[in-house]
């Protein structure tokens, strides 16, 4: 029985100790989760530069794409647009990659209905070119309530496409994407490029905090270990008063 007690006395420091050590492994690390320096404390993101993602993104695409397989142009017509704006790939290259991703991604089939009327804010339409034959059109909708949508119509101008009308949640890149191809809409500051799906920012800056999140799981496992090294020094008091006692009635 003492021998026992001697071996649950032995495993009890053994766990005590691993825990001591992964306490102590914790310190540093929540250290430099909490380090500051310039790095760290940059000058903070702005809205504005936010919104200059999309042009950014778009860059990069075109300097990936050949251009033998850029499309050759797209036409661009919609409120405020006293005549179609013209993107040509040999001209703008940057410009018809970024319109042409807005809508390139769009599966066969989208929703027989898209939001009403009065929430889908200006249309505009774009039109693909192949050469000066137009190939694919589209109707953008950048503003609507609920994020930016697109509407596939069932008649397209190259009537070998044989895609079904339908109604899809646009990018959330895409009021900023017409705007920097020349569009006249006013630069929404809380749009970022990439993703499908749109609305209003639900989480404010302050929130964002990736350095603070970690801090903070830090300190709550080193909280933990605490605890938990506290519980392991109870019970092992407690083993060492039972075999103290144990011992001394066993002589």
């Not at 018809?96 to 991703?101: H, L, P, R, T, Y």
Request: proline residues 6%; aromatic residues 2%.
């Amino acid at each position: 029985m003492v021998r026992q007690v001697r071996r649950s006395c032995r495993a009890a420091a053994g766990a005590l100790l691993v825990t001591a050590l992964v306490t102590t492994l914790a310190g540093p690390a929540r250290a430099a989760g909490t380090a500051t320096g310039p790095a760290a404390t940059g000058q903070a993101t702005t809205g504005a530069a936010l919104a200059d993602a999309a042009a950014a993104a778009s860059t990069a695409l075109a300097r990936k794409v050949p251009r033998k397989t850029l499309p050759a142009g797209v036409d661009i017509t919609g409120v405020g647009l006293a005549e179609p704006l013209r993107l040509r790939a040999t001209t703008h290259p940057v410009e018809v990659v970024a319109v042409v991703d807005q809508v390139s991604w769009l599966g066969r089939t989208g929703a027989d209905k898209g939001p009403k009327a009065a929430d889908l804010g200006p249309k505009f339409t774009v039109v693909v070119l192949v050469g000066e034959i137009a190939t694919q059109t589209y109707d953008l909708y950048p503003l609507a309530k609920g994020g930016p949508r697109v509407y596939r119509p069932a008649k397209q101008p190259d009537p070998a496409r044989k895609d079904k009308a339908g109604w899809f949640l646009g990018r959330l890149s895409m009021s900023e994407t017409l705007r920097t191809v020349g569009v006249p809409l006013e630069r929404q500051l809380d749009t970022v490029s990439g993703g499908v799906g749109g609305g209003e920012r639900v989480l404010p800056d302050d929130s964002i905090n990736p350095a603070g999140d970690i801090d903070e799981a830090l300190a709550e496992l080193q909280r933990l270990l605490l605890l938990n090294v506290g519980v392991m020094l109870v019970i092992t008091l407690g083993l060492a008063g039972i075999a103290l006692l144990i011992r001394r009635r066993t002589r």
